[in-house]
């Protein structure tokens, strides 16, 4: 039987091979766990490849080269020019970087919304040959970005929606203009290693921006796969159980995408996961967290009161006490304590200090946050072991500290033995192994969202094939509701499990 052209520089993983199979000839080589029961999709009439297709491949298997090939044989066998990537900004050079890793025969750029000029320019000088250019999704808001993307939109252009997770929610105007885009293109694709994060419903929009799901709407999509409940019906419930007829759900996805995960395709460690790490607060600090949890507001021991005037502000600041500070109205932090006083911290340190998560032998721990202040604490308070940073680049910038440099150092640096990072920035793109003499083996989640796919990419930094032993992940829970979103966050990746047909004992945060 064929099997797809392999036309990249470095050689290919099996699962990359077999995605390309199924998306460019129609054809399953090897039946995957979660495809058994289904036969891969035919190609289109003439031997065309499949003109829409989900590539939903986790993390580390190689979702980004295996597009790459695909554009490379869409070029050599259909005379197709141009690339459109639409990626979260945070990958929008990592794609032009990987292009000319790669080497594909045709030039990259990542486009600025600074200098729209860059891109007519790009666009003047590659118009015989084409080319690939990568745009963060908020850019498509842009009536000129839009115009300016006219001239290579086409049949003769294929698109892809990295990480699309990103337009799942179908009301909002970046998915509007993503799928608006993805219409005017000879072939679309679809990547993510967790596609849904938060229901069945997180798929219309990213199967109908691949041409699928020709005639339904979103509500009529979810009220035929998510059981509804809550105020009039309409929220959709949580748990495996309330997903709705699974398996016609599960042969619409088949039909249309591939899903494959590190633990069929790879040799690589599954995550321990221990009991979580329980937080006693302090008298006062628990006492200002009931206060600002019963009467939205708190007063501080100096007689400053600071209130929330919305539930989620509320959450928001409860979360933020129990990490020892709140941040005011006018976003002035206010300590509760001192650093060596903070109940977080000094368990951290303290897990640090007796060789619970690093030995004598080395070892190194990345500890995820969502507050700016909770780096700041961890970075003075743990200065001993010379903590790499990662948070949003206008401080990479204005610090002096290159990120690139921060990465380089927690990986081969035996001195430097954790890195704290901010959870929006720490989620993508990073490779933190650590090495092969000191590897990276723990991760703290020391403060926790209620987004899946957060949770998941964050959980990946430290993976991959090479690492020496499983990865442990440790939850700090100080308050009840910590414990909640934990609990909220495995019941999402429960649906994800039922829906993608893998294994729970295989996925993040299992029970």
């Avoid at 091979?17 to 054809?27: C, F, P, T, V």
């Avoid at 790669?102 to 000088?125: P, V, Y």
């Avoid at 080395?362 to 990662?390: H, T």
């Avoid at 495995?490 to 829906?499: F, G, N, P, Y």
Wanted: a neutral charge; one cysteine or more.
């Amino acid at each position: 039987m064929r099997q797809v052209d392999w036309l990249l520089k470095l050689d290919p993983r099996p699962a990359q091979i077999e995605a390309l199979n199924r998306s460019y000839l129609g054809i399953a080589y090897r039946d995957a766990l979660t495809d058994d029961a289904v036969p891969c999709a035919v190609p289109g009439s003439g031997g065309f490849p499949r003109r829409g297709w989900g590539h939903f491949l986790e993390q580390r298997i190689g979702k980004t080269p295996t597009f790459l090939n695909e554009f490379m044989l869409f070029r050599r066998d259909h005379d197709f020019k141009w690339a459109i990537v639409l990626s979260p900004n945070a990958y929008k050079k990592e794609w032009v970087a990987e292009a000319e890793k790669f080497g594909i025969d045709c030039a990259a750029m990542a486009f600025d919304s600074r200098d729209r000029a860059a891109l007519q320019k790009f666009i003047t000088a590659n118009r015989e040959n084409g080319g690939l250019i990568s745009i963060n999704y908020e850019a498509l808001g842009s009536a000129d970005t839009l115009s300016g993307l006219v001239e290579v939109l086409g049949p003769k252009t294929i698109i892809v929606a990295d990480e699309s997770v990103w337009i799942k929610s179908p009301n909002s105007q970046m998915s509007k203009n993503a799928r608006n885009v993805s219409k005017l293109c000879g072939a679309a694709r679809v990547m993510s290693g967790k596609p849904i994060t938060q229901g069945a419903h997180d798929l219309w929009a990213q199967l109908r921006f691949i041409g699928e799901l020709d005639g339904w709407n979103p509500y009529a999509f979810k009220h035929a796969f998510c059981r509804m409940g809550g105020f009039q019906g309409k929220q959709v419930l949580k748990g495996e159980d309330n997903i709705r007829n699974p398996e016609r759900l599960r042969a619409i996805r088949v039909a249309c995408s591939w899903a494959a995960r590190k633990v069929d395709w790879m040799k690589t460690f599954h995550n321990d996961y221990p009991p979580p790490v329980k937080i006693n607060l302090l008298p006062d600090q628990l006492r200002m967290y009931k206060d600002m949890q019963t009467d939205f507001m708190v007063e501080l021991s100096g007689g400053t009161t600071i209130g929330a005037d919305q539930i989620i502000t509320k959450l928001i600041k409860m979360q933020q006490i129990a990490s020892g500070f709140v941040i005011d109205e006018g976003g002035t932090i206010h300590d509760l304590m001192p650093p060596a006083k903070n109940p977080k911290l000094v368990e951290l340190k303290r897990m640090l200090d007796d060789d619970i998560i690093i030995d004598d032998a080395g070892g190194k721990v990345i500890i995820s946050c969502l507050y700016l202040r909770s780096i700041e604490l961890i970075e003075e308070f743990l200065k001993d072991y010379n903590p790499a940073i990662i948070r949003g680049a206008e401080w990479h910038k204005t610090s002096g500290r290159d990120i690139a440099t921060e990465k380089r150092r927690f990986n081969e640096d035996p001195s430097c033995k954790i890195l704290v990072g901010q959870v929006a920035a720490l989620r993508y793109g990073h490779t933190l192994m650590g090495s092969q003499d000191f590897p990276c083996l723990n991760l703290i989640m020391y403060e926790n969202n209620y987004s899946l796919n957060d949770r998941s990419q964050v959980e990946e930094r430290s993976r991959g094939a090479g690492q020496v032993a499983p990865v442990t992940i440790w939850d700090f829970v100080a308050t009840r509701e910590d414990l909640l979103v934990v609990k909220a966050l495995q019941l999402k990746e429960d649906v994800a499990a039922s829906i993608m047909g893998y294994a729970r004992s295989t996925g993040v945060l299992p029970k």
